[in-house]
């Protein structure tokens, strides 16, 4: 079932992020997550695509495991990466023909050590060429990245939210958020969304925090900030494993249980492949809060 739909009916999602494993070995321990986690009823699950010439066919091979085995709807990223427009639409009819619904568009990252995004020959530099060939099958929901505090390479916020209409407007019907650490960015981004009459779900996009180091990592790559107090705690954990572990899931029950109370009925969790750490987390909020109706974030807060 298309996620615009689902979430039209039922005015609430939970999704959960996974990335395509390296080895065999990985691929085994993913597929036993992803069948732990469906007694979350998850509305959809995606997968990641890499930056490499193999990436889409990669991820192609997952979703297909996933469709067949696996009661979920799968849904596959899908980037500008490695690709030429022919090549892009052999993938986007590839998903049609299995019967995929749901796809997340994005430009994509350059491969390791490249700073400049730079396209394939005959390919696409930007996500909402894309986004309008995806549209023009008629087939598809389609979903976007969209970032709280603007993308990397924007200049500024007013210029990323002209980027984010052009790629909504090219034909997605939701889109989902970089990580962010702080909710104020998310509020603020709302109150941009809907000052340029943009009126798609936004699904805030959750990183749990256990490893400071790799989510500082992360942070650099995509521009998130970090807090400083976060930072400090976690890092006076170091010592301690199950310390450090507790504190950043104290930290995100914490953000999470905030965009419930704001109204927020959306939440899709980036899981790095654990299963058990987001399945905790979600086993802390409250739950009964994802049942009630949702309201506009720029209202309640």
């Not at 995004?117 to 598809?140: H, I, N, R, W």
């Not at 200049?155 to 980027?163: I, P, Q």
């Not at 909504?168 to 104020?184: C, E, K, P, S, V």
């Not at 959750?206 to 900030?225: F, H, W, Y």
Request: with cysteine; glycine share 6%.
């Amino acid at each position: 079932m298309k996620i615009s739909s689902i979430i039209e009916q039922q005015g609430r999602s939970l999704s959960f992020e996974f990335f395509v494993p390296k080895t065999e070995k990985g691929e085994t321990s993913l597929f036993e997550a992803i069948r732990r986690m469906e007694s979350l009823k998850p509305t959809f699950v995606s997968v990641t695509q890499n930056a490499t010439d193999t990436g889409a066919k990669n991820t192609s091979r997952i979703v297909r495991r996933i469709k067949q085995e696996i009661s979920v709807d799968p849904m596959p990223h899908l980037t500008c990466v490695g690709q030429s427009k022919e090549g892009l639409r052999d993938v986007l009819e590839q998903y049609k023909r299995l019967g995929i619904e749901n796809l997340l568009i994005l430009r994509g990252d350059s491969p390791h050590g490249i700073t400049k995004f730079c396209p394939t020959e005959g390919g696409f530099l930007y996500a909402k060429d894309l986004v309008k060939l995806a549209a023009s099958l008629e087939t598809f929901s389609i979903g976007v990245a969209v970032y709280p505090e603007g993308h990397i390479e924007t200049r500024s916020l007013e210029e990323d939210m002209v980027h984010c209409k052009e790629k909504i407007d090219a034909g997605a019907d939701f889109a989902i958020t970089q990580m962010f650490f702080q909710n104020r960015f998310f509020y603020d981004f709302m109150e941009r969304v809907q000052g340029v009459g943009i009126h798609i779900p936004v699904i805030p996009g959750i990183m749990p925090v256990t490893n400071i180091d790799r989510i500082e990592k992360l942070s650099q790559l995509c521009g998130a900030t970090l807090p400083g107090a976060l930072v400090e705690k976690m890092e006076k954990a170091e010592g301690s494993s199950e310390d450090v572990r507790k504190a950043g899931i104290e930290f995100t029950v914490k953000q999470c249980n905030d965009l419930l109370r704001n109204g927020i009925r959306y939440f899709h969790f980036f899981t790095l492949n654990q299963d058990e750490l987001v399945t905790e987390i979600i086993n802390n909020l409250d739950l009964d809060m994802l049942q009630s109706p949702a309201t506009s974030p720029v209202e309640k807060h």
